[in-house]
């Protein structure tokens, strides 16, 4: 630890508590930031699920070069 000599100057028990919430500090200002300033975040905790742009049910068959035919093809259903 290069920084272990900071112990000779700051007391653990105060330096730990210190430094941890700090930590806890910061990390509730910027959920509370995320949660305050998006529109997405309410939704999301509703459960709404977001617009769904115009999707296809079927996978596009595979264009090989020079025309050949794709011998083989797996149709997979898209769950909506």
Do not use: Y
Not at 16 to 36: D, E, K, R, Y
């Amino acid at each position: 630890m290069n920084q272990g000599r900071i112990w000779c100057v700051v007391n653990p028990t105060v330096g730990l508590p210190l430094f941890l919430g700090g930590v806890a500090a910061i990390s509730l200002i910027v959920h509370t930031s995320v949660m305050t300033n998006t529109t997405w975040v309410g939704k999301f905790f509703e459960g709404n699920a977001p617009a769904a742009a115009a999707m296809n049910t079927t996978a596009p068959v595979a264009v090989l070069p020079g025309g050949a035919k794709v011998s083989q093809v797996a149709t997979v259903p898209l769950d909506k």
